[in-house]
């Protein structure tokens, strides 16, 4: 049973995939630079010897990359116990400077993209009814409260979470559970093109986000429905 991360070829996702494959879990990362998801592959495959990685690229808001992800996943007799929502994008500005292409990106990403992804992605989960799932959906503290410059992403992020919560109620009777994360800012290639003007050195560091996100994931104990990581108090 494989792991599937989504956005697993950088930042956030590429650290949950380093953690997973530490103890020897099989990982599948999904991103969509070709050259970027064969860097984090190449790095993956070094940590452990009997992890199964593998990459795929596709966009997760294009119906037909994920149809033939999953026709892959299945002809190939791959199945997935956890899959981990971290693709996402980001636009700062003023909200006079939103045209189309800025809302049609960032609702792509972080949120049509996850709500097709993981709609097809439930039938494949509920081809094996009996074992436990989880979806873990990388969300943000944007999904929580309104922030000026960050409009657009807010409003993905709480239309995602809209979905997901909706999801949790219809799948409850299944054995699938979904676990939502509200990180706050992240030390990531995210904000490299943003005009933000944030100090993201003092950002978390997204290990320390992946270490805590892997733990939740794999405690069959319990069943931790939303996390939210923030910054230490300084
Ligand atoms: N960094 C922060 O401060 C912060 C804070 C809170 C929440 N988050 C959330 O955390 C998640 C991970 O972000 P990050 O900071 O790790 O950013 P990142 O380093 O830029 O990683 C984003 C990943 O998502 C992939 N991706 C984006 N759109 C995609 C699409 N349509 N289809 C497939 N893959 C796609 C990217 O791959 P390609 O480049 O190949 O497309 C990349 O692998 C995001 O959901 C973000 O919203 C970030």
Not at 14 to 26: C, G, Q, V, Y
Not at 114 to 127: A, E, G, N
Request: hydrophobic share 40%; with cysteine.
């Amino acid at each position: 049973m494989y792991h599937l991360i989504t956005g697993g070829s950088s930042g956030l996702g590429f650290e949950i995939a380093k953690m997973l494959i530490k103890m020897d879990e099989h990982v599948i990362i999904l991103g969509r630079n070709q050259d970027k998801l064969d860097e984090a592959l190449t790095a993956l495959k070094e940590i452990s010897k009997k992890a199964d990685v593998l990459a795929y690229s596709l966009d997760i808001a294009l119906e037909e990359d994920v149809d033939a992800f999953i026709e892959v996943l299945e002809t190939s007799g791959k199945s997935v116990k956890n899959l981990y929502n971290c693709a996402g994008t980001t636009f700062y500005g003023p909200v006079t400077e939103i045209g189309r292409e800025a809302i049609d990106n960032v609702l792509q990403s972080n949120m049509i993209g996850l709500m097709l992804f993981t709609s097809k992605m439930i039938s494949h989960l509920l081809k094996k009814p009996a074992e436990p799932k989880r979806i873990i959906s990388v969300l943000s503290t944007a999904a929580l409260k309104g922030k000026a410059n960050e409009t657009i992403y807010n409003a993905a992020k709480w239309g995602a979470r809209g979905y997901l919560e909706s999801i949790r109620d219809e799948l409850s009777k299944t054995s699938i559970e979904v676990i939502n994360v509200f990180p706050g800012g992240m030390r990531t290639a995210f904000w490299a093109d943003s005009k933000s003007g944030y100090d993201v050195d003092h950002f978390m560091d997204p290990v320390d986000v992946a270490r805590n996100i892997v733990r939740v994931a794999l405690d069959n104990k319990v069943y931790v429905t939303d996390i939210t990581i923030s910054r230490p108090k300084e």
